[in-house]
């Protein structure tokens, strides 16, 4: 190798999926030259096989959820959904899987992209093997982020390599609806897709190991999920999961369970949770292991890696996987490697700017079901599990007069959690219709810190969902 073909750049980026580009974004805005090396798509998983294909899929199944129980509204919109065109418009939204105007805003960004997949080849170095079968390497003057995200993880199932299972990929980008459709999972890969895809003209079974839907958040809220998904035609079964599955000549599934049973479907999903994409990033030429979460402090620094030169950032981490929580994450790390570059001091305190606190105090997250899920902090069973020692406030959303002038049959519910020694939200799950942008009000209320007598002077309007603010309050002030 010669010197020619060594690069240098300030920071190197792997993986341009959102996270990526918003570290590549923020250490550019700091002067600092930079590269994003990409082997996909410019735009990651998010934005062609995870959020925004899912949601594309989901909005219309909602909307009609909604309207439907509308008057004046309702006899419209008894028909099935057009889904011819709702997968149109989930191909627009997708993009077209075609990453131009991704590739696009980069270079309008000053920021340098190299396609081809990057390994890590030492301190500071990194090997791009591009498309057309050479190699570049690249060596950074500050910093190298690895923000190579995540992958489905199936389980390990006799013969699951000749079954071509779906995963989040297939059943978001699927170009038309499987007449049955098994899912096995019900976090929220699982609970979305059924939503989507039993109202896109599939027969949906959903199944699920644990005894409800959701299992990481306030049970009422997969309750909720469940009520609902079994009205719109799905059958969901708990307490039972895939023992075996296999393709058969005519290419169907044919699915064992765990429970004795079986079943025939014309695909199954795997909505099994997450892998770190890290089996193949150079892991092992500095000193980890290929293939795990890779572990970094509150400024995303891997600490195990000495030189505070190595950066994990978005799923990878394994911290908290959501876009926006991940961008967060890019933010900081961003502010945490100009400042390093500059040679100042960290200032890595509680919520300050150089840590991502809000990873472990405060994530919020929706899923888009019917009813939608919006959750932030902790969860009654968590706070539990720690120690915590909260108040805990419920309140029925069919209450409200806004709920109801959003739809007469409202159903949902309401929990905040307060911590009894600070007084202040730790933890909030809002189930219902609409709720997906009550969202940041409990996002903000946590992460502020705001006293909970100070809440009785943020007045909701009149008649909006929002009023279960005052309701909870209420409720707690005479319970
Ligand atoms: C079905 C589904 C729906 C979801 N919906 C939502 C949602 O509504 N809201 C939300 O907040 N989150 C959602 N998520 C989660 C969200 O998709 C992820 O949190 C997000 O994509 C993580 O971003 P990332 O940049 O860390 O990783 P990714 O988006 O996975 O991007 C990583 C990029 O790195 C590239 N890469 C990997 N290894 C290399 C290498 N060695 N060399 C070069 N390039 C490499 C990959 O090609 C990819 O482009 C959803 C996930 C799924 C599966
Ligand atoms: N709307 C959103 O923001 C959104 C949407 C989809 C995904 N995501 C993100 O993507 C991540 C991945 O979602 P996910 O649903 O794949 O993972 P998950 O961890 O949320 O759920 C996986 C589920 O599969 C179950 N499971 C695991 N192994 C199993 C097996 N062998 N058999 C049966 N069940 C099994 C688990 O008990 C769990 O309930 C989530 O953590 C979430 O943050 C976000």
Redesign the pocket.
Known sequence: MTTEDIRTYDVIVIGAGPVGENVADRTTAAGLSTVVVERELVGGECSYW??EP??ALLRPVLLRADAQQIPGLDAALKAPLDTEAVLAHRDLMSSDWRDDGQVEWLRSAGIELLRGHGRLVGEREVAVETPDGGTVRLRARHAVAVCSG?R??L?A?PGIEDLAPWT?REATSARRPPPRLVI?????????MATAWQALGSSVTL????DG????MEPFAGELVTERLREAGAEVRFGV??TAAERTPDGHVRVTLSDGGALTADEIL?????APRSEDVGLDAVGLLPGDWLATDDSLTVTAVPGDWLYAVG?VNGR?????QGKYQARVAGAVIAARARGDALDTGRWAPHSSTADTEAVP????TDPEIATVGLTAAEAERTGRDVEVVDYELGYLAGALQYRPDYRGRARVLIDRDRQVVVGATFAGPGVAELLHSATVAVTGEVPVDRLWHAVPAFPTISEVWLRLLETRRDS
């Open positions: 995870a959020c899912s949601k995540s489905a993880a389980p199932l989040s096995a999972g019900a976090g929220v890969v699982g609970v979305e199944l699920a190991r644990t839907l959701l299992p990481r999961s895939v795997f909505a099994t949770g997450r799923d908290a996987l959501f876009t926006h997250g929706v899923v888009f």
